[in-house]
């Protein structure tokens, strides 16, 4: 093999003019935002919703958007009439907005703007009462006497 040849680097105009320099690619702002807040979560909560509610009926109140969650929220295991939807885009909150008041069979719904922090503290609750302590759910066995009186 022959010998290396030596890289000739040329510091004459290059096809950028003048270098942008470090802080054109790797000072960007955090999440490519410029003077921008990042977008919000795009959650709306829904209050007043018949109490045989499903999914699909929520999706077809809401029909053209993105519907990415439905969270029933329950009470004491028990349906609320309220949930949280959890929509594809921050712009559609908007959109679903606009339905508040409007018919959900013979009921009408209100529709909120709500925050990523509530929705999370209601899957939260959700979860603690569905897988809460144990012995919660379970009936109390009855006692040998509490038993014999019944004879």
């Known amino acids: 093999m022959g010998a290396k040849r030596q890289r000739i680097v040329d ?14 690619m790797y000072n960007a702002p955090p999440n490519g935002y410029v003077s921008q807040p990042p977008p919000q979560f795009p959650v709306v909560r829904l ?3 018949p ?15 993105d519907i990415v969650d439905v969270l029933f929220v329950h ?11 959890v929509l594809g885009y921050p ?15 013979r009921r009408y719904v209100e529709v909120f703007r709500s925050k990523r922090q509530d929705y999370y503290k209601t899957i ?14 379970i009936p109390r066995a009855k006692s040998y006497d509490e038993g014999k009186g019944l004879s």
């Open 11 to 24: 510091k004459g105009p290059s096809f950028y003019a003048n270098s942008p320099g470090s802080s054109f």
């Open 47 to 49: 209050r007043g919703l």
């Open 51 to 65: 109490f045989d509610c499903t999914e699909t009926d929520v999706a077809e109140f809401f029909h053209g958007l």
């Open 75 to 85: 009470k004491g295991g028990k349906f609320s009439g309220e949930a949280f939807c």
């Open 91 to 105: 712009l559609q909150v908007d959109f679903a907005l606009q339905k508040n008041r409007q018919n959900m069979g």
């Open 124 to 137: 939260a609750n959700e979860m603690s009462e569905s897988c809460g302590s144990p012995r919660r759910n």
